[in-house]
């Protein structure tokens, strides 16, 4: 896989493993805390919770990773991985498969405040990392990067869509009907977090993993459909299912139609422009 450019850079480390955050980034962090700590009031799930109140992150500093390592390594043996902006696959699943989250150290800027397509330092500790100091998932995380790691890349591209429905864009469900947020690509954003909480344009279905390796997805847009499981254990179950052997059914029934219009082709002289 080739990594894309980003525009941002991941700041180096010193020898005992923090960052020399500015106080605009320390401001920025502080801004976008603030906001999203209001956003998923009462629509983030518990054990999302329960993780940030582990994490005790603050408010008023960008966190330092030694910090966030002392509670995940504690709780569940896990570790965030400072990582360059972006990174390609086979280095993402084998940190996975050691227990170590990749996060680069990098924060937006005030210009990109509320988006950002690349996942910074925001969407990888405040997002994910309360997450992973809940048994089921951290176990269901560490077993798709031991997965991945052996997958042809064909079958790389089906696991990815597990990943994305899960750990990013994951939603609990319980029997009578009481919704919540897990993934971090919902938590990290507060148009996500109100669209995949409220919508009504958004289609919510009970996961299904063959039928979620099958169900293509975009980037760069809102989210049109959502998978609930009911529990967060659920995904310990799921990680003892035979996925291989899933997503080789998913090649064999093929993709689902999307839900989504295909991505806008760039014009030649837009081409051009971003190589100026």
Not at 11 to 34: C, I, M, Y
Not at 64 to 76: F, G, K
Not at 183 to 191: E, F, Q, R, T
Not at 241 to 268: S, W
Request: with cysteine; net charge negative; aromatic share 12%.
């Amino acid at each position: 896989m080739n990594v894309k450019q980003s525009k941002y850079e991941s700041k180096p480390l010193d020898e005992l493993g923090r960052v020399a955050w500015s106080a605009q980034e320390n401001d920025v962090w502080l801004q976008l805390v603030t906001r999203q700590l209001a956003c998923i009031k009462d629509k983030a799930c518990q054990e999302y919770l329960d993780g940030l109140r582990l994490l005790d992150l603050p408010h008023d500093t960008v966190p330092q990773i030694p910090d966030v390592n002392a509670v995940l390594m504690r709780e569940t043996g896990w570790q965030v991985a400072p990582v360059p902006a972006l990174i390609d696959f086979d280095h993402f699943f084998a940190l996975l498969a050691d227990k170590k989250f990749p996060a680069a150290t990098f924060l937006r800027t005030k210009e990109d405040f509320d988006y950002l397509q690349e996942p910074d330092y925001f969407h990888e500790i405040f997002g994910h990392c309360a997450m992973l100091t809940h048994p089921a998932f951290a176990e269901f995380t560490h077993m798709y990067g031991q997965l991945g790691k052996k997958a042809t890349p064909k079958e790389r591209v089906y696991l990815a869509r597990l990943y994305w429905f899960t750990v990013e864009f994951g939603l609990l469900s319980d029997s009578q009907g009481n919704r919540s947020i897990y993934g971090g690509g919902i938590l990290s954003s507060p148009a996500e977090t109100e669209y995949a909480f409220n919508s009504d344009k958004a289609v919510r279905k009970p996961l299904e993993v063959i039928d979620v390796m099958r169900t293509p997805y975009r980037i760069d847009i809102m989210q049109p459909i959502y998978f609930t499981i009911e529990s967060i254990d659920d995904l310990f179950a799921i990680s003892q299912r035979d996925l291989i052997a899933d997503v080789h059914q998913a090649m064999e029934l093929g993709l689902h139609a999307p839900l989504f219009p295909p991505k806008p082709k760039k014009t030649e002289q837009q081409k051009e422009t971003q190589h100026v």
